[in-house]
């Protein structure tokens, strides 16, 4: 059974972060670790969140756990999100080089080690919003983990910051997302009434676009990652990849509209999360 890392904000009564993440990850049978750079027990959205920080003795001290338990090792994909100081992201930095270097275990029948995955959610400001956490961290996201990224997923105020390159509309996004030279997910794009993600790497762009819902509870881009996440592991193609993921953000915001719901209902979309919907259209852009 596959197995992920998540290095990224613990929320007790929101669905964001990584317990939002290991929650849509069940879905395609994909066990979580789960390692909190903060305890909250709100997203700071609705006020003051409550809780704290994680210090980064306990950072540590639980990676250094999870790897004396040989879990590197057997770590499909690492999942970064949250940070509340530089200190967690080049914890986060070192962790990732420890899980690259440790010896993997064949698979059943001789079949090629699987290299694990890295996906780095640099979460750090949004439109209207500007930066929200400390400049430090954000240079440190920039610095220390963008570089070991196989994957970037970022929205498109956070692609602006990274590369000082206009990221709002598609073809804006496929063009700053080749700045990175990272395959790159770029959420929040937007072209009139519609909102998107635009997936870039060096070959190939796509748009998943849909209309834009009337309210978007917190915690969707971080449900975007995991599902993408979850689509390299199962080794589904690019644009297939991209339209089931996408789509399952726009069927769980669909749902907490039709709900009045004020969080995310990841758990209780269940299986409807893995499949593509018939609201999002997608497009090759490059």
Known sequence: MPLALIISSHVAGSQ????????????????????PTVLYGRHPGWGIPGGAPAPIEVVEGMLDGIEANGLFALTDVVITGYFASAAQVRAAARTIDAVRAAPRHNPPQGGAARRPTVVIDPTMGDAGKGLYVPAEVAEAIASDLIPRADVVACNAWELQRLTGADSRDPHAAVRAGRLLNKPTLVSSVQRGAEIGVVYVDRKEAWLAAHAKAERSPSGTGDLLTALYAASILEGQTISYGLARAVGGVAETVTAANIWNAPELPIVGMAARIKQTSPSVRIERLA
Do not use: E, K, T
């Open 16 to 35: 964001v972060g990584a317990s939002a993440q290991a929650a849509a990850l069940v879905q395609f049978r994909i066990d979580s670790m789960v390692v």
